[in-house]
């Protein structure tokens, strides 16, 4: 079964664009059971390498079937929301903000998938060693990421100035 990185980014270099892993397997009085998770920044990618697993699996003699899944997020550098979101953080903290793309499956791919063409941008507080037993927040960062949503949403509701460019609204 794929396990690992299948192709990285080319937009976004150092980034993992498309992986698989195997998440479970066993065995039971009902027979072999393997889940695995495919994650990928490409709509296309996360459909070819989805359908490689099942395919591994079928050549295996096991029924694949496909469950939830998170769909594909491009980040979008380009995005009018992530320059304002930017010039709100620089503005805030005095200091251009980092930018970062993870690989991962965020509400991001979830949200847009039932509103095609939603600018969206994630953000957060800092979580080290997510989804397991060692997981921990960083707890004043929760506090920075709830005021810069603050001063996010009030610079979106704030009337745009004539001719701003890359205004999300």
């Known amino acids: 079964v794929p396990d690992g990185v299948a192709g990285m980014s080319r937009a976004l ?4 664009e498309t992986s698989s ?21 490409v709509e296309s ?13 079928e050549a295996a003699g096991l029924a694949a079937t496909s469950a939830q899944r998170y ?23 005095g200091a251009e903000p980092q930018v970062k793309a993870i690989h991962a499956g965020l509400e991001c791919g979830v949200i847009g998938r039932k509103v095609p063409g939603m600018d969206a941008i994630s953000f957060g507080p ?9 997981e921990e927040v960083h707890v004043a960062s929760v506090g920075r990421a709830y005021a810069f949503l603050l001063a996010l949403l009030r610079a979106l509701a704030a009337p745009a100035a004539p001719g701003a460019a890359g205004d999300p609204r």
Do not use: F, K, Y
């Open 45 to 57: 990618r996360l459909t070819e390498m989805t359908a490689r697993v099942a395919a591994c699996g």
């Open 126 to 134: 800092t979580i080290r060693g997510a989804h397991s037993p060692a």
């Open 13 to 16: 270099p150092g980034l993992v």
């Open 71 to 93: 769909p594909a997020w491009t980040p979008r550098l380009d995005s009018p929301l992530l320059a304002l979101a930017r010039r709100t953080w620089a503005h805030s903290h």
């Open 21 to 41: 892993n195997l998440a479970v397997a066993g065995l039971s009085a009902e027979g072999v059971r393997v889940v695995t998770s495919q994650r990928s920044s």
